[in-house]
């Protein structure tokens, strides 16, 4: 029985990853733009991490700030607002992130605008950004 959980849990773990791995993609966004989109988000993303020590937003449905592990971020990107909207993957413990991050053009430069909590371990989470 043991053996059948344990298979279960992988299977449904390996069918959410791919989920994830299947968000929205909008090809009218030129790759130069998600290009330069994606190097915002990462650099923002390694630059809290070294001035704070870990990835920290604030979990607004549960009222506390979270303290995340940055695993990828998604290939997908879409137009949102009058910026870009793309996800990426952290974690906590057991519990998987996927947190969105809005970037916007400001004076010449893509810059990280929002972000919040997308999904805990699959499940949508009110302050998500709707794409």
Do not use: W
């Not at 704070?52 to 449905?61: N, P, Q, T």
């Not at 970037?103 to 499940?123: F, I, L, N, P, T």
Request: a neutral charge; hydrophobic letters at 45%.
């Amino acid at each position: 029985m043991k053996q059948v959980v344990t298979a279960l849990a992988v299977f449904t773990f390996v069918v959410v990853s791919s989920m994830a791995a299947l968000a929205a993609d909008d090809a009218s966004i030129p790759e130069a733009v998600k290009d330069r989109a994606r190097t915002a988000m990462e650099e923002f993303i390694k630059h809290e991490v070294e001035v704070k020590g870990a990835f920290l937003l604030v979990d607004k449905d549960e009222n506390k700030t979270l303290s995340l592990n940055y695993d990828k971020l998604h290939k997908g990107m879409v137009k949102f607002q009058d910026g870009y909207l793309a996800c990426a993957d952290f974690n906590a413990g057991k519990s998987a992130y996927d947190i969105d991050f809005l970037v916007k053009e400001v004076g010449g430069h893509y810059r990280v605008v929002k972000a919040a909590v997308h999904s805990v371990d699959g499940k949508k989470r009110t302050g998500h950004m709707e794409r």
